[in-house]
């Protein structure tokens, strides 16, 4: 249902069983939907770390807790949009301890002394073949960082005409520890996922380090690749 009001211009947000909202054609009402849940395994599992997380939270000491929210305080962190924000202590807490989760590390509750640093991992390398398959991703890195575990996300095979890739589109295809000379072999992991290479396809890659003993970590460097024959 379309408005118009002198008083109201532009609203947002929800009231009882109708939904403010805006298109092309102006303002207008909608029915209120409640959102999906997610049903898939993966998507529970999220959900179940996060509700752990944020209960194992409320056991800490309190000197553990001013200890987290004294250290998120000088941390800058960026949400999906690239918008750069000061977490809260327990953000700072669950963050860090899922991205020790995906690394296959436990979860620490003491907070750590400083955020760390990382090196430039930049730009990312990969081959991707079906016929002979393999996948391999060589960060730019001279010599893989000791204490740190690369943490690789891809998506799903997609057409090779799509050209904007989402924050969304990538999942977790396992963590991979330091090497000499940093090459990543994620083919068993990447197939375990989303099943056999099909050449042509084009796969989004995502690859960030973690350190271990914190769980900070770095920036998500991010490159594409086309599944060769």
Known sequence: MKYLSALLTQASGSLGGATASKNRGGNYFRARVAPVQPRTVAQQS???NLATLAAMWKTLTAAQIA???SLA???TLSDALGNSYTPSGIDLFVGNNRNLEAIAEAVVEDPPASNASFEDISPLVATVTAGTPAFTI?????????GFKFLVRCTRQLSPGISYIGQSDYRVIGSFAATAFASLD???DY?????????????????SLVEIISGFSSLQFTATAIVGA
């Open 46 to 48: 999220v959900r179940s």
């Open 73 to 75: 305080s000088g941390v």
């Open 186 to 188: 994620v083919l068993t």
């Open 138 to 146: 060589v960060p730019t890195i001279g010599a893989a960082p000791t």
């Open 67 to 69: 200890g987290w929210n």
């Open 191 to 207: 197939n375990a996922r989303f099943g056999t290479l099909v050449a042509g396809q084009k796969i989004g890659i995502a690859v």
